[in-house]
């Protein structure tokens, strides 16, 4: 498995614009900033959202129209992240595919959108009878805070990827090797 | 009614002698003589414990910075309702006075996160970022969009917004949005500088 | 007391004005600023780029 995604990951490589992207003199910059900065449009509205059903912002307006006002602008915001995510991980793709904090940012991202489905299936349900409330049901909290948690590590993990001290490149114990998917014999890193 | 000894537009005085202040500062040898005096407070920062932790330990200094990034998208999340509020794009059928005072509550709170792992992370490459001018372009950013919040801003919207000039409102509203984005733009600048 | 609220509502009107002007001030230095830097901004990564690919 670890050897089909790393052939994968040499494979987009490999491709012409990949390499441009990597080598640009500033598109990659370019891409990166607007990844960071969208944050605040994607994560600064979930996390409104989010510490509304907590009763910590925005105690006197519906719960409802919070979380359905907001989810235009966050969901816009998302979409930007999310090409530029990609776009990310196409102009490195060997190096992020092996990245351990690629890969947990990836399974928690996962995570964040089953949460978020599951959130919003019962929020849909039960809203009527506490909407006006300051605080939701605590099934809703709980969301909101493993919402609020996962996303806090998304964001430090996405800030780890940065850092090489699990790089195949460099000698790892057989733990490490495991998780980052490292190959015997790889060449590219 | 009693009114200030510089008469009733105390406040428009205020703002402009402020911006003429910083402007003859800018652009004149008293930022030069600042800068050479504020050397070895940048010099001491390195020596407390926040430098030494912040150059000893990279994960700690990644995970304030991550910190440091949740704070500006929970502000940046505020000043995008709030300001969209006034825009009149967001929240249109709930009372400005709630959104802006709402908003107004978490922003406090974000901005003393950004502040309290701002000043951390500073300790931590105080002499780079002594000599990086976009630095100070984002401490200048800062302390406008501060000043402009809280002295300009939220006394404004104070008021009715039906008795507020409208371009006046969406201009603050816009001023706002900008100052905050020049903020966070060149802070990601610092991460690409030096 | 007819008066004191005409005074009142004078003194509001007059406090509402200078918080509109120095809003407007305000908010022109810094749209004013940020056109001008985000244009030198531009403009130096555009001579960059032609510096570096020509």
């Known amino acids: 498995m670890s050897e089909l995604i ?9 491709t012409p614009w990949s390499a441009m992207l990597h080598e640009s003199y500033y598109m990659y910059n370019w891409v990166e900033s607007t990844h960071v900065l969208t944050l605040m449009i994607s994560l600064g509205m979930l996390f409104l959202i989010d510490l509304r059903m907590l009763g910590w912002a925005f105690p006197d307006v519906p719960a409802s129209k919070i979380a359905d006002r907001l989810n235009i602008p966050m969901m816009v915001g998302f979409t930007v992240m999310f090409i530029t995510g990609i776009l990310l991980f196409y102009a490195v793709p ?9 890969r947990i940012k990836m399974v928690l991202l996962v995570g964040c959108a089953i949460n978020a489905y599951l959130f919003h299936k019962r929020m849909n349900e039960s809203v009527s009878s506490w909407d006006n409330e300051a605080k939701a049901p605590q099934r809703i ?20 990827i940065a850092y090489d001290w699990f790089d195949c ?9 495991f998780v980052a998917g490292c190959v015997d014999g790889q060449t590219r890193f | 009614m009693p009114t200030s000894i510089l008469g009733p537009y105390f406040r428009t005085i205020v703002t402009v002698s402020v911006i003429a202040a910083a402007l003859v500062f800018s652009f004149t040898y008293a930022r030069n003589g600042v800068y050479v005096e504020i050397q ?3 010099e001491w920062m390195e020596t407390t ?5 912040g150059k000893t330990w990279g994960a700690a200094f990644a995970t304030i910075q991550a910190g440091h990034l949740i704070g500006l998208a929970v502000l940046g999340g505020c000043v995008l309702v709030s300001d969209g509020r006034l825009l009149g794009v967001v929240l249109t059928d709930v009372p400005h006075r709630i959104v802006v005072d709402r908003a107004d509550a978490v922003f406090r709170w974000a901005l003393a996160t950004l502040l309290v792992t701002g000043v951390f992370m500073a300790c931590g490459v105080a002499m780079k970022i002594y000599y990086l001018p976009v630095y100070w372009y984002k401490m200048l950013g800062l302390a406008c ?39 966070a733009a060149t802070g990601r600048w610092i991460g690409f500088s030096g | ?41 531009i403009q130096s990564v555009r001579e960059l780029l032609e510096l570096a690919y020509g």
Not at chain 1, 6 to 13: E, S
Not at chain 1, 147 to 160: A, D, K, N, P, Q
Not at chain 3, 8 to 31: E, H, M, W
């Open chain 1, 6 to 14: 790393y052939n994968f990951a040499v494979w987009v490589d490999d």
């Open chain 1, 94 to 102: 060997v190096r992020s595919v092996q990245s351990v904090w690629f």
């Open chain 1, 141 to 160: 909290r709980n969301g909101a805070m493993l919402s609020l948690g996962f996303w806090t590590v998304v964001v430090i993990c996405g800030r780890f």
């Open chain 1, 169 to 177: 490149d460099y000698p790892q114990s057989a733990f490490i090797e």
């Open chain 2, 40 to 42: 070895p407070l940048f």
């Open chain 2, 49 to 53: 414990w926040f430098g030494y932790v």
């Open chain 2, 145 to 183: 969009g501060i000043l402009f919040h809280y002295c300009v801003r939220r006394p404004l919207v104070a008021h009715e917004l039906g008795a507020i000039n409208p371009i006046v409102l969406k201009m603050t509203a816009i001023a706002s949005i900008l100052v905050w984005f020049l903020v």
């Open chain 3, 1 to 41: 007391m007819n008066e004191e609220n005409q005074s009142l509502t004078d003194g509001q009107n007059t406090g509402l004005k200078d918080a509109q002007t120095s809003a407007l001030v305000a908010a022109s230095a810094i749209i004013i600023f940020s056109a001008f830097y985000w244009f030198a901004q």
